[in-house]
């Protein structure tokens, strides 16, 4: 496994990829992690190696990476650029593994261990978190020069695309994204990011025990605060509602990153309820946050993300979802399956009408909110939704096994 964005134990977060690799391990798999130095989230290098992590059951080795201070930065291109060259020194110099399992992003990454395997014939199963370049053009997009700058990018990521054997990702959408220019018929599987709800359930109390404490509608954000959520949409929202009277809103943002002070100095300004707890431990996120009675889901208009993270732990937490995501797949559930409402991307009246409607109907809330824990239970337990991926890896080196066999 290559994964630079890996989390392990005592880190901050609730890792796909360590989760998986103990998944793995206690299925019979000899499996080895290999992450970088630089730890994304803190955006500073790790104080521990693979050394200090030997009590896990699977191997961990710490490859060198630089570093960046900014996730859309020609830096982070530059530090990628070094740990897939460094990353491929390490491949060289070890046994050659029976299969390669390698999310993505990074494009550097990605293109390189995909040309090792193709070359080594080893199976290669990749596992697409995000879109690049089209995360990038979110932030950086200049008219008339986007197009010529990012398609090297897009030629980057069709490479890695092209030579898998195997499509996992956290969405349909990425999934198809990929499949489109893959060559090789590949399998195929969409497994959001989820959680362990046994685990989950295990950090919270129930639901009625904790509503009892606070007064008023609490409205939630966990995650990222960068350019691709529009929290001051939410905060704007919170004041029109205060200006007609409801001023029993309160507005719980759980996340950190490049844009906080800006989004914290709005929320400040407008003078609504709010409070920014900065990033917190997995566990005091989840205790908080079924302590809400609404979720926000507020991306901003054109951004590349599909089924992300938050949206799973809002659903474990039972949660109605406020939608601003573009997205046809996530706005499809939300939809169809009742678990929350669709909003106008960027507007804030349309915002604010939608979240009066939920903070108003306490039957409402709970009918969405049920909804959305019966959604988390059929398509984000890791429990169970990640024995596919686990089971297409079993096929894969199965296959390889009988080719190496018959040659």
């Not at 104080?47 to 200090?52: L, M, N, P, R, T």
């Not at 197009?147 to 054997?165: C, I, S, T």
């Not at 106008?344 to 939608?354: F, K, M, R, S």
Request: glycine letters at 6%; aromatic letters at 10%; proline letters at 4%.
């Amino acid at each position: 496994m290559v994964t630079n964005y890996c989390q392990f134990p005592g880190e901050t977060g609730n890792s796909r990829y360590t989760y998986l690799a103990d998944l793995l391990t206690k299925e019979g798999f000899d499996v080895e992690v290999i992450a970088s130095t630089f730890y994304h989230k803190t955006k500073k290098q790790r104080a521990f190696s693979g050394e200090d992590l030997k009590y896990l059951g699977y191997k961990t080795t710490l490859i060198y990476e630089p570093g960046y201070p900014k996730n859309v930065s020609v830096k982070r291109l530059y530090s990628n650029e070094v740990m897939a060259k460094n990353i491929m020194t390490y491949l060289k110099a070890r046994k050659r593994p029976d299969l390669i399992y390698c999310p993505f992003p990074p494009i550097a990454i990605g293109r390189k261990v995909a040309a090792y395997a193709e070359k080594h014939k080893i199976p290669f199963v990749i596992d697409i978190q995000d879109l690049w370049p089209e995360a990038f053009r979110m932030v950086f997009n200049p008219p008339v020069l986007s197009n010529l700058l990012y398609k090297p990018f897009e030629k980057g990521a069709d490479a890695v695309f092209r030579q898998a054997d195997a499509i996992l990702a956290v969405s349909q959408t990425y999934v198809d994204r990929a499949a489109n220019v893959n060559k090789k018929n590949a399998l195929e599987a969409s497994v959001f990011l989820g959680t362990d709800l046994n685990h989950f359930d295990s950090l919270s109390e129930t639901r009625d025990q904790l509503t009892e404490s606070h007064q008023g509608v609490q409205v939630a954000y966990i995650g990222t605060l960068g350019s691709s959520y529009d929290i001051n949409l939410v905060t704007d929202a919170v004041h029109l509602l205060k200006k007609k009277g409801l001023t029993n809103i309160h507005f719980v943002v759980m996340g950190d990153g490049p844009k906080r002070k800006v989004f914290e100095d709005h929320a400040k300004k407008l003078g609504i309820s709010y409070e920014f707890t900065g990033m917190l431990p997995y566990d005091e996120m989840v205790k908080k946050l079924v302590q809400c009675d609404i979720a926000v889901n507020p991306i901003v208009k054109g951004a590349a993300q599909s089924v992300i993270n938050k949206v799973g732990d809002y659903a474990a937490a039972g949660l109605p979802v406020l939608n601003t995501q573009e997205n046809k797949e996530y706005r499809g559930y939300v939809d169809h399956l009742r678990i929350g409402l669709n909003c106008i991307p960027g507007d804030a009246e349309d915002l604010a009408e939608n979240m009066e409607r939920l903070s108003q109907d306490p039957q409402l809330r709970k009918e969405m909110g049920e909804n959305n824990r019966r959604f988390a239970e059929t398509h984000f337990n890791r429990r169970n939704t990640y024995e596919e991926m686990v089971q297409i890896m079993h096929r894969l080196l199965q296959e390889s096994s009988e080719e190496k066999h018959v040659l």
